[in-house]
């Protein structure tokens, strides 16, 4: 028979835990101050035929396949299973079932809320080589043990091939564990000048409060990266990921419990949308939110919080990466190939369902049919269906609501006698959410679909006179509220400056001769601004300043005893 537990053991234990964690920090920071120098990117596997690693993935597809997976919230030292369960089921292949994951409601996003706040002390204080070195033995977990699980629950949930699963799942998402950890290293550093008599120090704290991690499908980095940016810097996180990207979301999560995260620091829910703002952004213990997806719906955020604003212990923090409408603008200078090439990957690679991926492009009239005819050509040869099948280049859209808004463009764009679709314009739902490449042609430079955005295999050009650029410049400028990437084609030096110049507001990652996607962590921090988000950058020290709160602490070793001046003694 247990005995009972008093509430006088209970504060005994939490006090010892306390004494415990704070003796650790004052030991560690006696024996030394540790380095965490500027890792290297992690290499990016080819998976080409005969090589190792595309047989372990293979397998592990295979085995991924073959398990129905029941998939709990994390909640604290829980794993919730509400029995109303969602069938988790692959774009390209809906008849198939992966497994199902448990619905939360209201009162899970309050029980990852009080879950949060009696981790946030325990976990706040711990000293800082601790907490980094959960974060990069989990880069280490995924980098070997797990690598081709993350790349395999990535490629199954959200139908993306091999090689994008590869530079997402693994290698993004480690470099942004192992990056963060550098750059809050250095962060922590930095501390203030001292006058002679005095000492000054600067603390670095975590909010007071929880974040809320709000996260999108198409990137398993980005799902991987909103949370525990926050959680290195010393907070705690109620984390949020779309329903189509849980399949790989829970296996971080699984991965991130291995390397010792302490539970309750993350606690990973499925509930909607609104019921989690509803109860996170009225509670006084909101700190901040760190959200990627929809421009409309980080507004709708930003609104509510400023609301409730007068509720909150302190000004949350807010930090958002939303929609683009991401341009390549050709100089009559370009290189050809270069152009194809830029189109071909910047605008279709995951069937066009990246925040950066190339969506409206401006081609010279004295390039235009060129351009037109090799891409035509090269988008004839790729192929389209099952991740499974290394060969295929393209695979399906995210959803079902998704197919039907993309398809809807297209259909518009069929009718419309200012467009004309030059290549693709198919689609089929019966097996899986495909949709062929597909270019359209303006006449319009303010068609429909050269100014919003569409997240899909669809790319639209604007033929321009070639004499023009500069006129076209301001187009590309002022066509779209959003400024989250561009890139500018030209061989000609001169243009490529006044380029980015004129341009400099229009993009918040600009690329020259290059694609306007793959921004790699370290390299090119990634972030816009207007209506694509506060640009806090993602992959730099400067995301990570958000979710620290400085505290300046002055130490006078002479105090004064009199509060007088020298200039009032008289003469």
């Not at 290499?43 to 073959?66: C, D, F, H, Q």
């Not at 609104?303 to 683009?324: A, D, F, L, M, W």
């Not at 669809?458 to 590309?476: A, G, Q, S």
Request: hydrophobic share 40%; charged share 20%; proline share 5%.
């Amino acid at each position: 028979m247990k005995k009972a537990v008093t509430v006088k053991q209970v504060f005994s234990k939490a006090e010892e835990v306390f004494c415990v964690i704070f003796a650790r920090k004052i030991l560690s920071m006696s024996l030394g101050y540790f380095s965490y120098p500027m890792p290297v990117n992690e290499p990016v596997y080819s998976y080409a035929p005969g090589s190792p690693e595309r047989k372990k993935l293979k397998e592990t597809l295979a085995e991924l396949k073959n398990t129905k997976i029941d998939v709990p919230m994390y909640v604290g030292a829980e794993e919730v299973r509400t029995g109303k369960k969602e069938a988790l089921h692959p774009p390209h292949e809906i008849a198939h079932t992966l497994g199902y994951f448990h619905i939360g409601d209201e009162t899970h996003v309050r029980q990852a809320i009080d879950a949060a706040m009696n981790a946030r002390e325990a976990w706040a204080i711990m000293p800082w080589e601790e907490r980094a070195h959960i974060f990069l033995k989990t880069a280490d977990l995924m980098a070997g043990k797990y690598r081709y699980h993350m790349n395999g629950t990535t490629m199954l949930g959200q139908s993306k091939n091999a090689f994008q699963a590869e530079i997402d799942s693994a290698c993004e998402l480690i470099d942004f564990l192992r990056f963060n950890v550098h750059f809050l290293n250095e962060i922590y550093k930095q501390q203030p000048i001292s006058a002679p008599g005095m000492h000054n120090r600067m603390e670095w704290r975590p909010l007071e409060g929880f974040v809320l991690a709000v996260t999108p499908f198409n990137f398993t980095a980005i799902g991987g990266n909103l949370p525990t940016s926050a959680a290195m810097c010393g907070n705690v996180v109620v984390w949020k990921p779309a329903h189509t990207q849980i399949f790989a979301a829970q296996m971080f999560m699984r991965i991130l419990k291995e390397a010792g995260l302490p539970d309750g620091v993350i606690n990973l829910i499925y509930v909607d949308g609104p019921t989690v703002g509803k109860v996170c952004f009225s509670h006084r213990d909101f700190s901040g939110v760190h959200f990627t997806g929809s421009t409309g719906v980080f507004n709708h955020m930003w609104k509510t919080i400023g609301e409730n604003v007068s509720k909150y212990k302190s000004y949350p923090r807010i930090v958002g990466e939303t929609g683009g409408k991401d341009f390549v603008l050709v100089h009559k200078s370009a290189d050809v190939d270069v152009t194809v090439t830029a189109l071909a990957r910047g605008a279709f690679e995951f069937q066009g369902q990246k925040c950066s991926a190339a969506s409206r492009a401006y081609l010279p009239s004295n390039l235009a049919g060129e351009i037109k005819q090799k891409l035509i050509a090269e988008l004839k040869t790729m192929k389209m269906g099952s991740v499974e099948d290394f060969g295929n280049f393209v695979n399906a859209v995210i959803d079902e609501k998704s197919f039907d808004n993309i398809a809807r463009y297209i259909d518009n764009a069929r009718k419309d006698t200012n467009a004309e679709i030059i290549v693709g314009g198919n689609y089929d739902k019966s097996k899986g959410y495909f949709i062929e490449p597909t270019v359209i042609e303006a006449k319009d430079p303010n068609y429909v679909s050269l100014c919003e955005e569409i997240f899909g295999p669809v790319l639209t050009i604007y033929v321009y006179d070639e004499n023009k650029f500069e006129e076209t410049m301001e187009l590309v400028d002022n066509t779209s509220p959003y400024a989250l990437t561009g890139s500018i084609i030209a061989k000609d030096r001169n243009i490529i400056a006044l380029a980015t110049e004129k341009l400099r507001y229009a993009a918040g990652n600009f690329y020259v001769n290059d694609k306007p996607t793959g921004a790699v962590v370290g390299q090119q921090p990634f972030g816009g601004a207007r209506a694509s988000g506060t640009n806090d950058k993602a992959g730099s020290m400067l995301n990570l300043y958000r979710w620290l709160s400085a505290r300046a602490i002055k130490e006078t070793f002479n105090p004064s005893t009199d509060y007088r001046y020298p200039f009032l003694n008289q003469e």
